[in-house]
């Protein structure tokens, strides 16, 4: 199973994504994959060290395109660099027998030649690798924006998951992501409605992702349990008598099902 998980900022993509890939790694092996230019994810799973993100590895772009990472148009520069052997070398092993790996890629400064660079091409190499070859389920925590997923790898990705929230900002939001989703050959696109204080909210939520024709997997509660996890700096999971989480392990099982 290889998911994207996207929405407008400040929606919950990355409580949801790491959540998810702590639910799903009990019983299979997870990679998630940081590429939402917040970085977020390590923290929300209570990681205090810090990671370094891919897309400063000054070094290691110089070594595998042959060209510093800040080079743009006009330097020659490989444009399929080696990179199998990086998923395993660049992860962080959240929990020690390895079933869940957490990958930063970081963010690459848009130039105006459209992210032709030394890093851009390093960071998209080693995404399709992994959503592409990997037998791994694969959440992606990303940005609304979806141009770091080339064709490629987004035909790989069993589902796009936009996360809304109560309100139409959000909804537009997803209007737009599915249609560029569609445009570059993403099979699915489901919605999660977080942040959800009533059934009012959920009908009205339902009723206006029906309209653009997105199917609603699950909606997750207002808890203040996420916002203690946060201030506290701990994963979700350890907070075991939350609503969302319990509406989280719901979805993943739904996910379950319907991706395999
Ligand atoms: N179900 C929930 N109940 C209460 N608070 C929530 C819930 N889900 C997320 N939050 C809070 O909303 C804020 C944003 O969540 P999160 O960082 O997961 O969103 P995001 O979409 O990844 O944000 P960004 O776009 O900045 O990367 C956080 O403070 C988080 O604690």
Request: aromatic share 2%.
């Amino acid at each position: 199973m290889k998911i994207a998980i996207t929405g407008k900022g400040g929606v919950g993509k990355t409580t949801i994504s790491s959540t998810l890939a702590c639910i799903l790694s009990e019983n299979h092996d997870v990679f998630a994959i940081d590429a939402d230019p917040d970085m977020n994810l390590a923290s929300s799973l209570g990681i205090t060290e810090k990671i370094e993100p891919i897309s400063s590895m000054r070094d290691l772009i110089r070594e595998r395109t042959g060209a510093d990472s800040g080079s743009s148009f006009g330097e020659v520069f490989k444009i399929n660099p080696k990179i199998t052997d990086l998923p395993e070398k660049l992860s962080f092993d959240y929990k020690k027998d390895g079933s869940l790996k957490i990958m930063v890629m970081g963010t690459v400064e848009k130039g105006g030649d459209g992210c032709v660079c030394p890093a851009a091409v390093l960071l998209k190499a080693l995404l399709r690798n992994i959503v592409v070859k990997k037998e791994e389920i694969v959440i992606l925590d990303m940005e609304a924006g979806i141009e770091h997923l080339g064709r490629k790898t987004a035909e790989s990705v069993d589902a796009m998951i936009v996360v809304v929230e109560p309100g139409l900002k959000s909804i537009e939001t997803a209007e737009r992501i599915k249609k560029l989703a569609t445009d570059i050959g993403i099979k699915k696109v489901l919605a999660i409605l977080n942040k959800c204080s009533s059934s009012e909210q959920k009908d009205f939520v339902e009723k206006n992702l029906l309209k653009i024709n997105i199917e609603l997997i699950g909606a997750i509660p207002m808890d203040n349990d996420v916002v203690m996890s946060d201030m506290e700096g701990k994963a979700l999971m350890s907070y075991k008598n939350s609503n969302a989480l319990k509406s989280i392990k719901k979805i993943a099982s739904e996910l379950e099902i319907l991706l395999g």
